[in-house]
């Protein structure tokens, strides 16, 4: 149910034989803020917060004031009405007619149910925030008022609850005495269609482009983004060009929302390994791609903002306007309405920035748009992209070195519109990739004590388990089937899993030529070291835990 049927059901509250209705959902999804809009212009309202509220009689003392005396000044500070009675006639004359009766009651409770009984027309009392409740708070004493006040003259009572949010505790209580207290309870999925966005200060053009295409539930998490942008916006105050900052409006919704309601954060299953390509698709600033695929501005500026955004660092004034500089230089003739000698007088620059390229992405990225140019242009490009072919391959081979290895198991290029470009990628992947395999081969044949030994033995126990890389291992790992890759002799504690990887990779990956291997070497070693190598095959086995 849309949150719009709130002001629906609401509107004919009157006409309804409910006493009390429970609107359920979740945070931010427009439960209070329909019910709000729809009692706005009614006078006979009672609005109180379970959030803060110190015991279940305070919810007399707040109708005792806001319906009986129409007066908002309670808050939710007063003691019992024996003291407040003394200043009952400064607030409201409307009680001089009860004075002779007040002085004689102790509780708010009988002071509102007797001054209730005045009441003419519907009198509504809403209730919001019931799952946050304090633990000072009897639930069930709460459900007793409310019971309560349903008896009264008049008295409607509207309550706004997310109880998924309930501790274990209250949820037992409230499954116990809902069906009682409550007449009917309405579950809200969905927010509101229908939404005055300029109360919520937030552009009503761009927010409703913006949910046609991304389902945002969470009216808070809107609020948040347009408060983040009235943050940022502050630091663009010289720029006047509104294209520009209608993208950086869109960033800065894109951030907030994607971090608090993670549209597009895929769920890994527990049962499977988390990849690389898991881990970048779950990143932050990829998902917020997500928002921007038609935007100008550059990579950079978004990078920028989610930085600010994590209180990683502060907006300068020349960054953000070497931004708008992009910005405005993205704004040229696009190259698709361009001739064939204005395409042939631009790619020398393309292919400067692609040899000029610090990072994979941008490599592709510029390799990429040289490439596609020039085979539209008929112009001949293959040494030009064996060039980039061999920056490519060093720099994956950096990365790879460096621990980077994403960049050989997965990488996103969905954005390449090149086929050779593409095809030059998974070449070299595969290339950089089986060099990998074989310098952590070389590595562990050279040495098996050590932190690098430790991290390449772990890489190779993983790549073992990938059926891409399985083949070269089989095909190169010959050279480990011997006593240095045991655990014999004088060993550190911190070498124990080192030997541990290389085994696991070993044994199952040819178990007789391991068999045959292991028989021969404890013909020649120690008790202690026969020891330890039975006792990392149970563990390998799983006849043992570690």
């Known amino acids: 149910m849309k949150a719009d049927c709130i002001k629906e059901i609401i509107g ?75 200043s009952i006639s400064a607030i409201s004359d ?86 009682k207290v409550i007449d009917r309870i309405y579950h809200i999925t969905e927010r509101p269609d229908k939404v005055e966005w300029s109360k919520l200060g937030i552009h009503a053009g761009f927010i409703e482009d913006f949910l046609s295409v991304h389902q945002v539930k969470n009216l808070r998490t809107l609020q948040k983004a347009q408060n983040f942008y009235d943050d940022v916006i502050l630091h663009f105050e010289t720029i006047k060009n509104q294209h520009f900052l209608e993208e950086v409006r869109l960033i800065c919704f894109a951030i907030v929302v994607e971090s608090i309601d993670r549209l ?22 990829y998902r ?84 596609f140019w020039s085979d539209i242009i008929k112009q001949e490009n293959r040494q030009e992209l064996e060039e980039l072919r061999k920056k490519l391959h060093d720099m994956l081979w950096s990365k790879v070195m460096a621990g980077e290895d994403n ?11 090149s086929d050779q470009i593409k095809r030059i990628y998974k070449e070299e992947r595969g290339i950089v990739g089986t060099a990998m395999i074989k310098a952590f ?38 050279v480990l089937y011997n006593s240095s890759s045991f655990p014999i002799g004088d060993i550190l504690s911190e070498d124990y899993y080192t030997y541990y990887n290389m085994i696991y990779v070993l044994y199952y990956n040819d178990r007789e030529r391991f068999d045959s291997c292991v028989e021969e070497i404890k013909k020649g070693c120690d008790h202690m070291s026969a020891y330890r190598i039975d006792n990392l095959l149970k563990e390998i086995r799983g006849e043992v835990q570690l």
């Open 441 to 478: 081969i070389k590595g562990l044949a050279k040495k098996v004590t050590g932190k690098e030994a430790y991290e390449y033995s772990y890489k190779l126990r993983q790549y073992f388990n990938n059926t891409t890389y399985r083949k070269i291992i089989a095909e190169n790992i010959a």
């Open 264 to 285: 597009y954060y895929k769920e890994v299953d527990k049962k499977e390994d988390k990849s690389a390509y898991d881990e970048i698709r779950n990143n932050l600033e």
């Open 94 to 179: 409307k009680v001089g007619f009860a004075k002779d009766i007040v002085s004689s009651v102790a509780k708010e409770r009988e002071l509102f149910l007797l001054l209730s009984k005045k009441f003419h027309s519907w009198h509504f009392i809403v209730i919001d925030d019931l799952e946050r409740i304090s633990n000072k708070v009897d639930l069930e004493n709460v459900l007793g008022i409310v019971e309560e006040l349903k008896q009264c003259h008049y008295i409607k009572i509207i309550i706004a609850a997310n109880l998924r949010e309930l501790t274990d505790f209250n949820r037992t209580i409230f499954e116990k005495y809902n069906e």
């Open 288 to 371: 917020v791609s997500n928002y921007l695929a038609s935007i100008k501005s550059s990579k950079s500026l978004l990078t920028m903002l989610l930085k600010y955004y994590n209180n990683e660092t502060a907006l300068s004034k020349d960054e953000i306007e070497t931004e708008y500089q992009l910005f405005l230089e993205a704004g040229k003739k696009s190259n698709f309405y361009k001739t064939d000698e204005e395409i042939r007088l631009l790619l020398p620059e393309i292919y400067q920035k692609a040899l000029q390229a610090d990072s994979v992405y941008w490599l592709l990225k510029h390799a990429d748009e040289y490439a």
């Open 12 to 86: 004919k509250l009157n006409e309804l034989p409910y006493q009390c209705i429970l609107f359920d959902g979740k945070w931010g999804i427009g439960k209070t803020y329909a019910i709000d809009e729809t009692l706005k212009d009614c006078e006979n309202v009672c609005r109180i917060s379970m959030f803060g509220l110190e015991g279940g009689r305070q919810i007399y003392h707040e109708a005792f004031f806001q319906l009986a005396l129409k007066n908002s000044m309670a808050g939710k500070v007063s003691e019992t009405a024996a003291g407040i009675l003394e």
């Open 407 to 417: 960049y050989i198991n997965y990488y996103d290029i969905w954005h390449l519109s």
